[in-house]
């Protein structure tokens, strides 16, 4: 009882300390946004991701050093206190380092990347309570339909495979009003299986590794020495031109020594999209148009855990029966805010079994995307929210 006690209030007790900083990363010599920068409390587990307009919140306590780094640009470190109480601009200056070629001697490179991920996977801390937040958009025939976002704690187990139990303690969901031909679509992003694709790595095998995969690929490796002295090599990812296979392009970051990934970024290539195969389920056409999916790990004070990542997807759906022929999107983010390592029991009758967040609606006690940790909305994005928001309501209202 007084560990759960301590695991309740302490968090309360630290917030009263601590205060929510603003910045906007950017390019100090194009002045261009810097996207999806990551932003942290110096030797903390608090973490959060700068937007498409470079914008970040955190919450922070006053003498502690904010860590920002981005792949391409030299990591900084900026004291809570030059944070004004409005928006502070930091300017990351890019890392014009060559990459330098590496030679692996007594295995390929496809071998040396099997390797970094039996280790990368066997390194994740388990059991560990991810607290995360969460947001979708989803879109229909290119139209912004639905939204939804919330604060997300998986509890993560397994010795081997992942596991992972879901609670959420906030979510916000908003709609526009169903199409006339009453088709509705749920998003293909699956809630449940979130963390176990990042902590099993199992997208990297499946597009990179099985079977015979690696084969229609091109490998590279090279090295770069980061800000404070450390090597990081780079796997880079090119599609074979003569492979007509749906492929991907991208790039994987890791610590030689450790063998440990650091972020990886994979994306179907435009070169290979047209090798796109129709599927055919129920009387359903669907096929594969785009996807990305970009995620990044830290390892504090010897704890390894997923920071971030990012899903994007489109595909293609028909059905002549019922007069379909959609084009349906959807983009996601989760971000980890916080976890703790020994996490204190949990009521399994609390999970939420949802394939998706938007299903559980609106269900919250406080403005917690205003809160340090959530991504920022960029105008865009909250011109679409009161948008939705406003559609919703007159749907209401009618009669």
Do not use: C
Request: aromatic share 10%; hydrophobic share 40%.
């Amino acid at each position: 009882m007084a560990k759960l006690l301590a695991f309740i209030l302490l968090p309360l007790l630290s917030m009263a300390q601590t205060f929510v900083i603003k910045g906007k990363i950017i390019d100090s010599a194009t002045g261009e946004p810097v996207i999806a920068a990551t932003v942290g409390i110096k030797g903390s587990y608090q973490g959060a991701v700068s937007n498409d307009e470079g914008l970040f919140q955190l919450s922070a306590g006053k003498g502690q050093q904010i860590a920002i780094s981005s792949m391409g640009y030299k990591s900084v470190e900026v004291p809570v206190g030059n944070f004004d109480s409005a928006l502070t601009e930091i300017r990351l200056e890019q890392d014009n380092q060559v990459l330098e070629e590496v030679i692996v001697t007594g295995m390929s490179i496809e071998e040396l990347l099997k390797n970094v991920v039996k280790t990368s996977k066997a390194r994740f801390n388990k059991p560990i309570l991810l607290s995360t937040y969460y947001r979708e958009f989803s879109k229909l025939n290119d139209k912004t339909t639905k939204f939804s976002d919330g604060i997300l704690d998986y509890y993560v187990s397994g010795k081997g495979k992942t596991a992972s139990d879901l609670m959420v303690r906030q979510s916000r969901a908003v709609r526009i009003a169903t199409p006339e031909d009453g088709f509705d679509p749920e998003t293909f992003m699956h809630l449940q299986k979130r963390i176990n694709v990042n902590y099993d790595l199992s997208f990297l095998e499946k597009v990179l590794l099985r079977g015979n995969r690696h084969l229609y690929y091109d490998f590279s490796l090279r090295s770069r020495k980061t800000q404070d002295g450390r090597e990081v090599y780079v796997i880079g990812i090119e599609p074979k031109a003569d492979a007509a296979q749906i492929l991907y392009t991208g790039s994987i970051n890791f610590d030689p020594e450790l063998k440990l990934i650091y972020a990886y970024d994979l994306r179907l290539a435009d070169s290979h999209k047209q090798y796109s195969k129709q599927i055919s389920i129920l009387g359903y056409k669907f096929r594969i148009l785009d996807q990305d999916i970009k995620s990044s790990y830290a390892l504090v004070n010897g704890h390894y855990y997923l920071l971030y990542n990012s899903a994007g997807g489109k595909i293609s759906l028909f059905n002549k029966r019922r007069g379909l022929d959609e084009v349906i999107a959807a983009k996601s983010d989760l971000i980890t805010i916080e976890f703790a390592r020994d996490a204190p029991g949990y009521a399994k009758g609390g999970l939420y079994k949802g394939k998706n967040l938007y299903s559980r609606g609106n269900r919250y006690s406080e403005p917690f995307w205003n809160k340090g940790g959530a991504m920022i909305m960029t105008a865009e994005e909250e011109a679409i929210i009161k948008k939705l928001e406003k559609e919703a309501a007159q749907k209401v209202s009618q009669p």
